[in-house]
């Protein structure tokens, strides 16, 4: 089949509000749009400025009551408890309508923000769903995430209520989340009124008087009581959720996003880009806490009235490498959304495959790839094995969805290894240099996308439009920065190359490395101190820190090293990943004291290097490589 992409990419820059005003008429509105965009309103404009709408009628009501109450909505799969359950959509809406009145008696109503701190259960999805149906503002925080991130988060969004379980299980050990709250709740200057905890059996927790509520409990009480609450009328414009990504300091940075617009562009490319029917199952195996986790285990799915899986496992060891299969037998999933990263780990445990024999996967249309460069090798194994086409796309949590991508739904256009393909309708996606010059066809550049963003990416940041301004608008004037550089072939493809901040991408997930430097620059032995991302065959990226030790220090310094690998779990957690710090003498710079980062990488990766012009001490760097080589790097 031709794809009909270049037909409707091109009837979207002839004709933008009429492209998503059409888009538009897929949702159901309280009071529809009549003005799509209003190029005044907002830091650069606001879509659907004058509709209402509830986000929370879209995904549950409207399919509950339209013929689809007996299909299955969730389905939780948690290899690491034996726990299975499926969730239709007539049940979905028992239970979101009750956690709703819930909330509403915790005084939590419209704009209101709540933190959602738990694992892949199902409660978290009814949690977020109760918000959006009285006009709360969720803000999900990842339970790999340490106390001090939570606090952070609790001081930016000043939530009303926290939605907590006491523990999330990580293959091999239970985490048990309640100490990081509490501890988290300690430390943050805006303390919430209350919580409401989900006890998990794996791992019970004790409650604090007055301040913790139990779950079930409550749910149960306001069940008995026929308590429920119905949906709130929203503006299009008004937050749905708060989700924190990195920045380039400590301080994340707290992603808006609204209501209408998101809704059009999920429900647009469920059918259009991903190329799924309302009714067949679609798999996002991801994290809640993730913008991948918003938008394709919860939104996007249950927008368009499909099922939409909650695994609560690992790509590897739980309990082994056949454990995607397994999900896609077991639930015919026909697409499989995921970080390359859970392909390069089943290939290292099973390079062969073997696990594959054991299942069918013949439901399996689609696997699509994002979070991070699609290696051509992990790309080509995955085509080898599961012989469907693999299916790279771009996209940031800024964005909420996909820039650039290869739109299965519209006819696929052929895949390129090492490209996630052509821009989406929505993204005009520009290369050029710093004075915002395009760059010819080939060359490396910034990736910027011309102003106005479309329907679904963030409108602002959480009550700081100036950070918005500040970090993604005011460096090419008239479009978004991405922060992403790459180039364009001849065929209009694209190909992201990497950041051009200090953001790093580990297994997937977003960090920043000045994040890490602050915290170890927090050690009273470090003097001084640069984090990197090296190459990682697993990871993609590995955070390797280097630390110059304050004169006088006379402790052996690997017992330093090891304080400082504790400190980033303990400050930032787990997720970061940071298992390597390596003390040095001294750190390479540029005469004028910058730390010179660039090429300590390329020495790390064994890359080819060249001595930078600018050096202040050549010799710096055969230390460096000796101080690595001595760690096994
Ligand atoms: N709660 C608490 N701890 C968590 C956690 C959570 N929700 N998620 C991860 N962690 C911990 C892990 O246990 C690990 O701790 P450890 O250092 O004690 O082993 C650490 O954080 C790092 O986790 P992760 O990066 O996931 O590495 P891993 O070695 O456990 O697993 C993969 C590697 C590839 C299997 C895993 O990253 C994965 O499944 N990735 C899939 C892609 C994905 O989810 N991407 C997200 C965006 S699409
Ligand atoms: P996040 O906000 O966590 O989704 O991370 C966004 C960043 O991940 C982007 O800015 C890119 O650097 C990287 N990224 C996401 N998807 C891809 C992809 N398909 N190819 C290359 N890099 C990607």
Redesign the pocket.
């Known amino acids: 089949m031709a794809s009909r992409y270049h037909d409707v990419y091109a009837g979207w820059q002839k004709d933008p509000q009429a492209f998503w005003a059409a888009a538009a008429r897929e949702i159901d509105w309280i009071e529809p749009p009549k003005v799509v965009f209003d190029e005044k309103a907002g830091v650069y404009g606001h879509w659907f400025p004058d509709a209402t709408c509830n986000t929370c009628f879209n995904a549950v009501d409207r399919h509950a009551r339209g013929g689809r109450a007996a299909q299955n909505a969730i389905i939780y799969d948690s290899p690491v408890t034996g726990a299975k359950r499926a969730i239709t959509y007539g049940e979905l809406l028992d239970e979101v309508e009750t956690l709703a009145a819930v909330l509403r008696d915790f005084n939590v109503g419209k704009g209101d923000r709540v933190i959602v701190y738990m694992?892949?259960v199902p409660e978290a999805v009814i949690g977020m769903l109760a918000c959006a149906r009285i006009g709360a503002i969720h803000s999900v925080v990842?339970?790999?995430?340490a106390a001090r991130e939570l606090a952070t988060r609790i001081d930016d969004a000043k939530p009303k209520l926290i939605l907590a379980a006491s523990c999330?299980i990580?293959?091999g050990?239970v985490?048990h989340?309640k100490p990081l709250l509490d501890q988290a709740i300690e430390i943050a200057a805006n303390k919430p009124l209350s919580v409401l905890l989900l006890q998990r059996k794996e791992g019970r927790c004790g409650m604090v008087a007055g301040r913790d509520h139990d779950w079930a409990d409550t749910v149960a009480s306001a069940r008995a009581s026929g308590q429920r609450a119905a949906c709130v009328a929203l503006k299009a414009t008004d937050p749905l959720y708060v989700l924190y990504t990195s920045g380039t300091t400590g301080v994340p940075k707290g992603v808006v996003r609204d209501n209408g617009g998101h809704m059009v562009a999920l429900k647009w490319s469920m059918k259009n880009l991903y190329g799924i029917e309302p009714g067949e199952v679609f798999w996002?195996?991801?994290?809640i806490?993730?913008?991948?986790?918003h938008s394709y285990i919860v939104y996007g799915p249950l927008l368009h009235g499909a099922t939409t899986i909650l695994y609560e496992g690992?790509?590897?060891?739980t309990p082994d490498a056949g454990a995607f299969w397994r999900m896609i037998e077991e639930h015919r999933i026909v697409a499989l959304?995921?970080?390359p990263?859970?392909f390069?780990?089943i290939k290292k445990e099973d390079s062969n495959a073997e696990f594959l024999k054991k299942y069918s996967t013949k439901s399996l249309r689609t696997l699509f790839l994002?979070?991070?460069r699609a290696d051509p090798d992990t790309v080509q194994w995955a085509e080898r094995i599961l012989r469907v086409p693999v299916i790279d796309h771009w996209w940031q949590t800024e964005t909420g969805w996909c820039m650039v991508g290869n739109p299965v739904g519209l006819g696929q256009l052929p895949v390129k290894h090492g490209s996630p393909t052509v821009p989406m309708p929505g993204y005009d996606v520009r290369i050029v240099d710093e004075s915002s010059r395009p760059v010819a066809d080939g060359k490396m550049g910034s990736i910027v996308v011309k102003l106005p963003l479309p329907p679904g990416a963030l409108p602002t940041l959480w009550q700081n439009d100036a950070r918005m301004k500040e970090s993604y608008l005011d460096e090419f004037p008239g479009y978004y920065k991405t922060a992403d550089a790459g180039y364009r072939d001849a065929d209009g493809y694209l190909y992201i190359m990497g950041r051009t901040d200090d953001i790093i991408n580990?297994?997937?997930?977003r960090l920043s490395t000045g994040g890490m430097e602050e915290v170890l620059a927090s050690h009273p032995d470090v003097a001084e101190c640069a984090v990197i991302g090296i190459k990682d065959d697993?990871?993609g990226e590995a955070p390797c820190g280097f630390i110059v030790l304050k004169s006088g220090v006379t402790r052996p310094p690997e017992e330093i090293e090891k304080e400082i690998v504790q400190l980033v779990?303990n400050k930032i957690?787990?997720?970061?990943?940071f298992?390597i710090a390596v003390a040095v003498g001294r750190l390479p710079k540029t005469r004028s004291g910058k730390i010179l980062r660039g090429t300590m990488k390329k020495i790390a990766d064994h890359d080819e290097w060249s001595m930078p012009a600018t050096v202040d001490d050549p010799a710096i760097f055969d230390e460096i490589g000796a101080a690595l080589k001595h760690k096994g790097v």
Request: aromatic share 10%.
């Open positions: 694992p892949m990842f339970g790999g995430f999330g990580e293959p050990r985490v989340y996002a195996a991801s994290d806490g993730w913008v991948v986790g690992k790509p590897v060891g959304f995921t970080a990263t859970a390069r780990a994002a979070g991070e580990v297994a997937g997930h697993l990871k779990r957690g787990p997720v970061a990943a298992k």
